[in-house]
């Protein structure tokens, strides 16, 4: 549980004091005011007064290669919780994503795909050199 803490509410944009966030497994289960939240005994408890939570961060542009473990772990660290990869190669990011589910820390991962390019491809693993004509 986290007791105490200050929610930014990015929908309203406003702060919600003195919140209590109970925590099941890996997802939050309830919030609410920290008066009217019952603590079990086998609960783990950090007080938060003073902190504030907010929603997890994505960074929509990363290019991880051979980086990405160190950089998952930066990423978690500042709460970015979610990353779009915009030009590892597919096969790359199919490994990243296996591990991740066997239990590798990381952010959530998504990939942006390939990139059309008009001219010759050059060796970037996401460059695909169109062959279409333009007007």
Known sequence: MIQHATIVDVRSGKLVNDQTIT???NKISSIGNSEDMDIPDYAQVRDAKGQYVIPG?????V???ENYKNAFTLFL??????????GA??????QWNTRIQAGMTAPRLVYAGLTLNGGPADEAPHMLASKGTSQ
């Open 23 to 25: 925590i099941t497994g």
């Open 57 to 61: 961060l994505w960074d929509m542009h």
């Open 63 to 65: 290019h991880l290669e």
């Open 77 to 86: 660290t500042n709460g970015v919780t979610g990353v779009r990869e915009m």
């Open 89 to 94: 190669a597919l096969t790359n990011v199919d």
